[in-house]
Nanobody
């Protein structure tokens, strides 16, 4: 059974940093892509970043480029999202998702990802 468990969310002041973790199990980690998405109240879920566990290639949404960094520790089956220079508009529930690497072609569309975690809340105060 595929399981994705997010952690690391919390309350932080604007300009601060947080590191989210996505611990994966139930599949061959190296064969999958992992994505981070977020959903703010009243808004649609949007893609934040993704990484191919096989070759380490990464993609980012324009809104987080230069501020967020995605990385993968294949020995721990864990993907991280280091978030810096946080803004109030980054406030959302953050989810990680997994799917085969072909999903990277359409990664921004949440409906293209098959497996999801339960989410972790990130709140950035002004």
């Amino acid at each position: 059974e595929v399981q994705l468990v997010e952690s690391g969310g919390g309350l932080v002041q604007a300009g601060g940093s947080l590191r989210l973790s996505c611990a994966a199990s139930g599949f061959t980690f190296d064969d999958y892509a992992i994505g981070w998405f977020r959903q703010a109240p009243g808004k649609e879920r949007e893609g934040v970043s993704c990484i191919s566990s096989s070759d380490g290639s990464t993609l980012y949404a324009d809104s987080v480029k230069g501020r967020f960094t995605i990385s993968s520790d294949n020995a721990k089956n864990t993907v991280y999202l280091q978030m810096s220079s946080l803004k109030p508009e980054d406030t959302a529930v953050y989810y990680c998702a997994a799917d085969v690497p072909e999903v990277l072609r359409v990664w921004v569309f949440p409906e293209e990802w098959d497996y999801w975690g339960q989410g972790t809340q990130v709140t950035v105060s002004s």
